[in-house]
T-cell receptor, first 112, second 112 residues
């Protein structure tokens, strides 16, 4: 069975600092990997996804993530965060087209 | 045009009542989902339908019954509501070849 672990429930950072949100997964088969963002009182939006090919994936709003198969990780990074990046971030894994499982989420708080 | 729309957005009701949440997607996707997000933001898959056929049914009480009249609609009916049913319920649909989910804005259910 597949599972997703987000290692940090909360990450506070100052504006313009770099940030990394960590995600590890477990699966015995090939998977697709995703990061979603949820702003307050909204649904989830896709930030980026890894399906195949280059292990470095670039997404919206300056975020990127790197797929590391040997470490079964898919960490999300941004070199310089803004106040508007404050949100809940979810890592997700799908091993077929119909079943997506989410991590517990990481609350990113960007302080001025 | 909203891609995945849910109604109602807010629902406040008494314990023991029966309520429904409706979901419609205009993306032409074949697969639709219901997720439950609890107060700690944890997202748990409840059901998945592919072309009106139930394909995922997680351990959810029998009080929850999904219905898919056609592949563009997936409704959720809840009988005998309990306090623990209070949550935000998200509908989503799937772009089949990549696994990417498109989410509605959520329906916040409060059971008093």
């Amino acid at each position: 069975a597949q599972s997703v672990t987000q290692l940090d429930s909360q990450v506070p950072v100052f504006e313009e600092a770099p940030v990394e949100l960590r995600c590890n997964y477990s699966s015995s088969v090939s998977v697709y990997l995703f990061w979603y963002v949820q702003y307050p009182n909204q649904g989830l939006q896709l930030l980026l996804k890894y399906l195949s090919g280059s292990t470095l994936v670039k997404g919206i709003n300056g975020f990127e993530a790197e797929f590391n198969k040997s470490q079964t990780s898919f960490h999300l990074r941004k070199p310089s965060v803004h106040i508007s990046d404050t949100a809940e971030y979810f890592c997700a894994v799908s091993y077929n087209n119909n079943d997506m499982r989410f991590g517990a989420g990481t609350r990113l708080t960007v302080k001025p | 045009d909203t891609a995945v729309s849910q109604t109602p957005k807010y629902l406040v009701t008494q314990m023991g009542n029966d309520k429904s949440i409706k979901c419609e997607q205009n993306l032409g996707h074949d697969t639709m989902y219901w997720y439950k997000q609890d107060s700690k933001k944890f997202l748990k898959i409840m059901f998945s339908y592919n072309n009106k056929e139930l394909i995922i049914n997680e351990t959810v009480p029998n009080r929850f019954s999904p219905k898919s009249p056609d592949k563009a609609h997936l409704n959720l009916h809840i009988n005998s509501l309990e306090l623990g049913d209070s949550a935000v319920y998200f509908c989503a649909s799937n772009r089949g070849n990549t696994g990417e989910l498109f989410f509605g804005e959520g329906s916040r259910l409060t059971v008093l």
